[in-house]
């Protein structure tokens, strides 16, 4: 395992610090979590978490689409965010990660970076663990207080992926920035003929501000629009690795036919960079929408 950096994670049960010790995370009162051969580590303890996370053919479908391309113009810009007017930051957390693909932008542009992906899903850490030799994969639940110390991180990614408010506030570092992609209306417009599509609610960035509303302010907001040309297969990879397959029970379904010719499907998102306004307020977490696997 990379170089952990010292007292960035806690220990799930008795919130000491984490400390690498060989292929393993352990605390001084001796608990123990072994990384798993294919590279994250669990630290879900007792019955884990009853948020299933991607399945395996949600992230095949979405390391498949994010291998062609047709999101880089988004991690430009979530990379971009997280760094525009900044000092290099240290350490990154990316809350509902998946395959790990924004946090590999990051640490592309941040030599030094420490990323840190979690995520509930053990088969996206999976992948992540391969996109991220230099970091840390955790399985983790985010709606659980997260095993992470106060004021550690100084860029915590999550995009479309569940937001617990509380958390991310408390362990942002007193200059850290949170970096939030979420889905406009239309996003996907042009998907239809491969399957039903979930709606998606105008305010979704004012909700985000909101949910902070007292900790955090909004320090940065744009909006990304551009139109993909989607070949058939990943016209159906699109709708699968999001939720609207996973709500319409289109993933492992039998393939509808489907169609024949590329699509023209639009791309609608908002990147919003939340920052402290100095003070070190705090909120406790409330799952605003524990569904919230959004639309990505
Ligand atoms: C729409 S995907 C986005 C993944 C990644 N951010 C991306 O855009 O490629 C949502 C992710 O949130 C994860 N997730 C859902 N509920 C979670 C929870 N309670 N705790 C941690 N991760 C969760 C899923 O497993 C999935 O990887
Ligand atoms: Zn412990």
């Known amino acids: 395992m990379p170089v952990l950096p010292q007292h960035l994670l806690t220990c799930p049960v008795c919130t000491l610090a984490l400390q690498d010790v060989g292929r393993a995370l352990a605390c001084e009162r001796g608990h123990r979590f072994d990384a798993a051969r294919q590279g994250y580590v669990n630290l879900l303890t007792g019955r884990g978490s009853p948020f299933e996370g991607d399945t395996a053919g949600?992230?095949?479908?979405?390391?498949?689409?994010?291998?062609?391309?047709?999101?880089?113009?988004?991690?430009?810009?979530?990379?971009?965010?997280?760094?525009?007017?900044?000092?290099?930051?240290?350490?990154?957390?990316?809350?509902?990660?998946?395959?790990?693909?924004?946090?590999?932008?990051?640490?592309?542009a941040v030599p030094g970076l420490f990323p840190v992906a979690l995520d509930v899903s053990k088969i996206a850490l999976r992948r992540a663990a391969r996109r991220l030799p230099g970091g840390l994969c955790i399985v983790w639940d985010v709606w659980r207080p997260l095993p992470v110390a106060d004021a550690s991180v100084d860029v915590l990614l999550n995009v479309f992926a569940p937001r617990n408010a509380g958390e991310f506030v408390r362990v942002l570092a007193p200059g850290g920035r949170l970096v939030v992609v979420t889905p406009r209306p239309g996003h996907l417009a042009g998907l239809e003929e491969v399957g039903p599509l979930l709606s998606v609610p105008a305010q979704k960035a004012d909700?985000?501000?909101?949910?902070?509303?007292?900790a955090l302010v909004e320090t940065g907001r744009d909006d990304l629009d551009y139109t993909m040309t989607l070949p058939p297969d990943l016209?159906?990879?699109?709708?699968?690795?999001?939720p609207a397959a996973r709500h319409h029970g289109a993933e492992g379904a039998?393939?509808?036919?489907?169609?024949?010719?590329?699509?023209?499907?639009?791309?609608?998102?908002?990147v919003q960079v939340l920052a402290r306004p100095g003070a070190t307020a705090r909120r406790d977490g409330v799952p605003e929408d524990p569904e919230d696997g959004t639309e990505g």
């Open 254 to 270: 039998t393939p509808s036919p489907g169609p024949a010719a590329p699509l023209e499907v639009a791309a609608r998102f908002t």
């Open 207 to 214: 909700d985000v501000l909101a949910s902070f509303e007292g």
């Open 235 to 242: 016209a159906r990879s699109a709708l699968v690795m999001g």
């Open 58 to 108: 949600m992230v095949e479908a979405r390391e498949a689409f994010l291998g062609s391309g047709h999101y880089a113009p988004l991690r430009e810009s979530v990379v971009a965010a997280a760094l525009r007017g900044a000092e290099a930051p240290a350490i990154a957390l990316d809350a509902g990660a998946g395959t790990g693909y924004y946090l590999e932008g990051l640490a592309a």
